[in-house]
Every structure is written in structure tokens, then in C-alpha cells.
């Protein structure tokens, strides 16, 4: 009650013009120009409510210096540098109701500072104490760029498009870990990675499987569904799910951090990989635009450990063409 009470009052107050830059009080200039790339998100009245009630959650914990290009910069001197809203603001406009908006942007801000509690118990610099925490996240490599690009992290290519960074899952929040601590501990980044990835395999994803008639042929397709966990843990198919790997491997889409979509490829059942795309095209579409954590909107083949891209074409009629990547072909082209 007290944040949206502040919230109200701070927007009653406001003189300026909407997507102008002012001031609150005497030393905390605000911009409410609404971040590049998100102006078809959410309006700028909205917009202008969701800054003034986070600024209402966060100065209940922190001193703020300025807001500006969808960050909430804190003053010097404190345990963080400041807030980024893109995610924030992407959650709120799934919701349609405002009046709920206090509620979730208060929930994204706890698990912040939940995060930064729990952080502040471990010591970056001694691995042991970190290594029960190490997780694995994918973004998109433009994601990255817009936030300051990757060399102050940890990652690796997986997916054409994407970076895996190297995490830390505390409680409420994931949080990347920065470059120069992993450094500090002198270890094989290979070996780092496949703690991480461990530490994924051991959560509890969903795995559902369904067999469809697709133009006379019954094809199986399996789903992954973790909204924290089902990205990074398909990147270990073949070690936590080998179920799920054919013979030729799997054709796989990650379309956001919560999905996954997987059609095993088999030498008895070559095209089946292609069908699957076909069938799920427009959903793994949906599923990556209206996801607030996007990953890709492309196809993969997952084969010994390896993700290749699988070339998808659309026509001015609808129709799907499916390329199979040059390693596939090969395997397809095999006399038995």
C-alpha cells in the first residue's frame, strides 16, 4: 500500500509532459522517453506509471541518482548500479489490468533484492562457495549488445544467434556472473560450463509427449516446459534426455527460456524432422514474439552435442520449405 500510495502521489505531482525529461525533487532528473525498441510494448501514460512506482519499491532500499533510456541509476556507494526496466516493462504489458501492476512490479523488485541478500552471503572469489549456485541462461546476441556487449561476461555459443552466459541462480533472481570474478579463479571455462550445466540437469522439467497425424504419418512431438530451466537444459539433450535423441539426433526450437520443442530424427523416419516444422511453425512463432525472454525464432539440429541451423523459407503463399543442414544430408543420403 505504501509503494502504490507513493506511486499515486508522485503521478499526481507530475507537471511535465509525458515522455519529457524532469525532476523530482531536488536532485533526481527523470526521463520518461519509453526505451528503444519497446515503444509498441506500452504507452507512455503507462510507461510513466510503471517508472514512478518502481521508483516508489526501489527508495524504499536504495538512493537513486536518475532515470533515463529505461534504467534506474542508484547513487554511488550501494551494492548495485541500478535497474534495468526492459523486462519489467514487457511483464506489465502482458497484463491488461493496471490497477495489478503495483503488485507485480513490487514481486520484480523483491526478488532483486532477495538475489543481492543471498549474493552478499557467498564469496565470488572462492569458487566452492559459488559453484552450487552456477547456472546457464541464453540470450539472444542483440540482447547482450544493448547491455553492454559480452566481454564483461561469461559465455559461449550454442545456438546461431544467441550467447550462453554463465549464471548464478539465487534465490528470486538470476544474475550474470561478471568475467573478471571468473578469472579471478583460474579454472578451465569448459569445466565451469559443465558444473552449470549440471547444476541445470538436476532441476525438474517438464517433459510431455504427444503423437500427431500429420498428413497420414503419426508424428511424436515432445515439449519441455521449466519457465526458468527448459532453455539451458536443452542444451544437454543427449546426456539428461537421450530418450529424445534419434539415431540422426533431434530437430529442436527454443523459442523463449521457458519452451521447448523437440521431433527426434531417425534413419527409419527421415522426414519427419520436416513435418515437425511445419506443423509448429506458427506456434514456435507466437511463442517467441509474445515471450517477454525471447531466445530464437529458428530450427536447430541437435546431433552429437552440436546445435546446426536448419534453413526454414516461407513463400508469398504460406507454404514452409525445409533446408536440412549439410551434416543431415549427408546421414540422409547414406545408403542403408
Not at 510494448?41 to 536504495?62: G, Q
Not at 559443465?194 to 540437469?201: F, G, I, S, Y
Request: aromatic share 10%.
Amino acid at each position: 500500500m505504501r509503494s502504490l500510495l507513493l506511486a499515486t502521489i508522485l503521478a499526481c505531482l507530475q507537471t511535465a509532459a509525458i515522455g519529457q525529461s524532469t525532476t523530482v525533487g531536488p536532485s533526481i532528473p527523470i526521463s520518461y522517453d519509453i526505451p528503444p525498441g519497446l515503444e509498441n510494448a506500452i504507452s507512455p501514460d503507462d510507461y510513466h506509471f510503471l517508472v514512478d512506482t518502481s521508483i516508489a519499491v526501489i527508495a524504499e532500499r536504495f538512493r537513486i541518482d536518475s532515470v533515463s533510456g529505461g534504467t534506474i541509476r542508484l547513487a554511488k556507494g550501494q551494492e548495485l548500479g541500478g535497474f534495468n526496466l526492459d523486462n519489467l516493462i514487457l511483464q506489465c504489458a502482458a497484463v491488461k489490468d493496471r490497477t495489478v501492476w503495483p503488485a507485480i512490479i513490487r514481486d520484480h523488485f523483491q526478488k532483486i533484492f532477495s538475489s543481492v541478500e543471498e549474493q552478499q552471503k557467498i564469496d565470488p572469489s572462492n569458487y566452492w562457495s559459488v559453484k552450487p549456485y552456477l547456472s546457464l541462461r541464453i540470450y539472444p546476441q542483440d540482447v547482450i549488445g544493448q547491455h553492454g556487449g559480452p566481454d564483461a561476461l561469461v559465455t559461449r555459443v550454442d545456438l546461431e544467434g544467441t550467447y550462453t552466459v554463465l549464471m548464478l541462480d539465487l534465490p528470486g533472481a538470476f544474475t550474470p556472473l561478471a568475467k573478471n570474478v571468473f578469472d579471478g579463479w583460474k579454472r578451465n571455462k569448459a569445466d565451469v560450463f559443465r558444473t552449470a550445466q549440471d547444476n541445470v540437469d538436476s532441476q525438474h522439467v517438464e517433459k510431455v509427449s504427444k503423437t500427431t497425424d500429420m498428413q497420414g504419418t503419426q508424428l511424436e512431438v515432445t515439449v519441455l516446459g521449466n519457465e526458468d530451466y527448459a532453455a539451458s537444459y536443452a542444451l544437454d539433450l543427449g546426456k539428461n534426455s537421450p530418450e529424445l535423441v534419434g539415431d540422426w539426433g533431434s530437430a529442436i526450437a527454443i523459442p523463449n527460456k521457458g519452451l521447448v520443442s523437440i521431433c527426434k530424427i531417425s534413419p527409419g523416419k527421415p522426414a519427419d524432422f520436416v513435418k515437425f516444422i511445419q506443423l509448429t511453425y506458427p506456434y514456435i512463432e507466437r511463442a517467441y514474439q509474445q515471450h517477454p525472454q525471447r531466445i530464437s525464432d529458428q530450427y536447430f539440429w541437435y546431433y552429437q552435442g552440436t546445435f546446426t541451423r536448419i534453413r526454414v523459407e516461407t513463400n508469398g503463399d504460406g507454404d514452409i520449405n525445409v533446408i536440412a543442414p549439410y551434416g543431415l544430408g549427408q546421414l540422409m543420403g547414406k545408403k542403408p
